[in-house]
C-alpha cells in the first residue's frame, strides 16, 4: 500500500510540536511493515533543508483564485529519514524560516495544498491513501472529493488525523474561491461557525 503523508510539520524537517513527532516516526513503522509510506511537507527555510541535499522531480504552476504561484516538488536524495522525503517550495510562500505565525497563513497552506494535489493529479498510478495532518492540510479531503480538477483521484481514500483540534484555521468566506471549482452546493461541507473550517 502507497500511503501520503501531507503534513505541515515533520521531525526533523519543521517541527513546532508533537505533529512533527509523529509524521516523522509514522512512515518509518508503515514501511517496516512492508507498506511505501512518503512525506510531502513545505520547503521552509529551516536548516535540515539548507543542508540536505535535494532534486527536482516536478516544476510547474498552479493558482489559488487569482493568484499564480510557481511550485517545485523536490525529494531528498539520500532516504536519510527512513522514506520518501518530498518539499514544496512556493517562492514567497513556504520557503520562509517559521512553520506558522505570518498573517497570510491561510494563502500559504492552502497554495500547498493546491501544489500537492496538482502534482498527484498528474501521476501514471494513484496512491492508496492520502494521510492529512491537521488543518494545514484538512481542504485536500473536501477538494478530492469535489473539485473537478482532481476528478481523476476522487476513488483515493483520504484520511485526516486531528493532532492539535485548539487550531482549526478558519478563514472567512470572502476566501471561498481560493478553492478550485466545486458545485456550490457541496459548500455546506466547508462551514462552521459563520467560516469555512479546515
Known amino acids: 500500500?502507497?500511503?501520503?503523508?501531507?503534513?505541515?510539520?515533520c521531525y526533523p524537517v519543521a517541527k513546532v510540536g508533537g505533529l512533527a513527532d509523529v509524521v516523522g516516526a509514522l512512515p518509518k513503522y508503515?514501511?517496516?511493515?512492508?507498506?511505501?509510506?512518503?512525506v510531502v511537507v513545505p520547503?521552509?527555510?529551516?536548516?535540515?533543508?539548507?543542508?540536505?541535499?535535494?532534486?527536482?522531480?516536478?516544476?510547474?504552476?498552479a493558482n489559488y483564485g487569482n493568484h499564480h504561484f510557481q511550485y517545485r516538488i523536490l525529494k531528498e536524495r539520500?532516504?536519510?529519514?527512513?522514506?520518501?522525503?518530498?518539499?514544496?517550495h512556493i517562492q514567497g510562500l513556504t520557503d520562509r524560516p517559521n512553520v506558522y505565525g505570518y498573517n497570510d497563513d491561510t494563502e500559504?497552506?492552502?497554495?500547498?495544498?493546491?501544489?500537492?494535489?496538482?502534482?498527484?493529479?498528474?501521476?501514471?498510478?494513484?496512491?492508496?491513501?492520502?494521510?492529512?495532518?491537521?488543518?494545514?492540510?484538512?481542504?485536500i479531503p473536501f477538494m478530492v472529493s469535489n473539485c473537478v480538477k482532481y476528478k481523476a483521484i476522487s476513488s483515493v481514500p483520504t484520511v485526516l488525523t486531528v493532532h492539535n483540534a485548539q487550531y482549526q484555521g478558519q478563514f472567512g468566506w470572502d476566501?471561498?474561491?481560493?478553492?478550485?471549482?466545486f458545485d456550490l452546493w457541496k459548500g455546506?461541507?466547508?462551514?462552521w461557525d459563520d467560516a469555512i473550517n479546515p
Not at 1 to 9: C, K
Not at 30 to 38: E, F, S, T, Y
Not at 43 to 61: C, G, L, N, P, Q
Request: hydrophobic content about 45%.
Open 175 to 181: 476566501k471561498l474561491y481560493y478553492i478550485p471549482a
Open 1 to 9: 500500500m502507497e500511503i501520503i503523508h501531507i503534513s505541515a510539520e
Open 78 to 88: 539520500t532516504n536519510k529519514l527512513g522514506f520518501d522525503l518530498y518539499v514544496i
Open 108 to 139: 500559504r497552506f492552502v497554495a500547498f495544498q493546491i501544489a500537492t494535489l496538482d502534482w498527484i493529479v498528474q501521476w501514471e498510478h494513484r496512491p492508496d491513501v492520502l494521510h492529512c495532518h491537521d488543518h494545514h492540510t484538512g481542504l
Open 188 to 191: 455546506g461541507l466547508l462551514g
Open 43 to 61: 520547503a521552509y527555510d529551516t536548516k535540515f533543508i539548507r543542508e540536505s541535499e535535494f532534486e527536482v522531480t516536478y516544476d510547474a504552476w
Open 30 to 38: 508503515q514501511n517496516k511493515l512492508g507498506h511505501i509510506a512518503k
